[in-house]
């Protein structure tokens, strides 16, 4: 059974830092590309950053420069960093696997970016 756990978010003042982790279970997750995902209220779910097997990383360009998707293959963790905080990321971020051509989703992590 495939499992998907986030933490890390939280209330962080504008131009804070968090960083955020994904542990996974019940697949091999060094064969897996692993994505984060955000929604913010009232808008659609957007895709914030991608890792694949081999560690390549792609990233939206309003993301390049402050977010940073890593894995740990042997803590079966995907992280991601987000540094320089604005209020627009506050929103709901989902930890994101396909596998046997399903997709699977975490439960997520609230982030707030708040004075």
């Known amino acids: 059974q495939v499992q998907l756990v986030e933490s890390g978010g939280g209330l962080v003042q504008p131009g804070g830092s968090l960083r955020l982790s994904c542990v996974a279970s019940?697949?091999?997750?060094?064969?897996?590309?692993m994505r984060w995902y955000r929604q913010a209220p009232g808008k659609q779910r957007e895709v914030v950053a991608v890792i694949s097997s081999a560690g390549d990383t792609s990233y939206p360009d309003s993301m390049k420069g402050r977010f940073t998707i890593s894995r740990d293959n042997a803590k079966n963790t995907v992280y991601l960093q987000m540094n320089s905080l604005k209020p627009e990321d506050t929103a709901l971020y989902y930890c994101n696997t396909w596998a046997a051509s399903n997709g699977y989703w975490g439960q997520g992590t609230q982030v707030t970016v708040s004075s």
């Open positions: 019940g697949f091999t997750f060094s064969n897996n590309v």
